[in-house]
Nanobody
Framework: QLVESGGGSVQAGGSLRLSCAAS????????MGWFRQAPGKGREFVAC????????YYADSVKGRFTISRDNAKNMVSLQMNSLKPEDTAVYYC?????????????????WGQGTQVTVSS
């Protein structure tokens, strides 16, 4: 089970930190990622991190503004979001990949959280 937290409403230029706690099993051997879905749009890759945190990868739209990290001892992954823009408004989902290495396609992820809403106003 994956549970996201930390979503909310913020003005453009602000920051939010999303967290995702995994329970029920240990996910330290798998890559983890964040995706988002805006109303009327498909699920979009945001960021991912390898099993040991050694490799990260970001969508061009968030590169330099968002930072993904993980704490395997706590079975958690986080997404620090800075310089938020109205176009970042979406429901954000964390997910566990079926592999050690980073993946960007939603179909490569096996387990998903329920999502947390992020709203950025101009």
């Amino acid at each position: 089970q994956l549970v996201e937290s930390g979503g909310g409403s913020v003005q453009a230029g602000g920051s939010l930190r999303l967290s995702c706690a995994a329970s029920g099993r240990t996910f330290s051997s798998y890559a983890m990622g964040w995706f988002r879905q805006a109303p009327g749009k498909g699920r979009e890759f945001v960021a991912c991190i390898s099993w040991n945190g050694g490799t990260t990868y970001y969508a061009d739209s968030v590169k330099g503004r968002f930072t993904i990290s993980r704490d395997n001892a706590k079975n958690m992954v986080s997404l620090q979001m800075n310089s938020l823009k109205p176009e970042d408004t979406a429901v954000y989902y964390c997910a566990i990949a079926g592999s050690l290495s980073i993946r960007t396609a939603p179909e490569d992820y096996k387990y998903w959280g329920q999502g947390t809403q992020v709203t950025v106003s101009s």
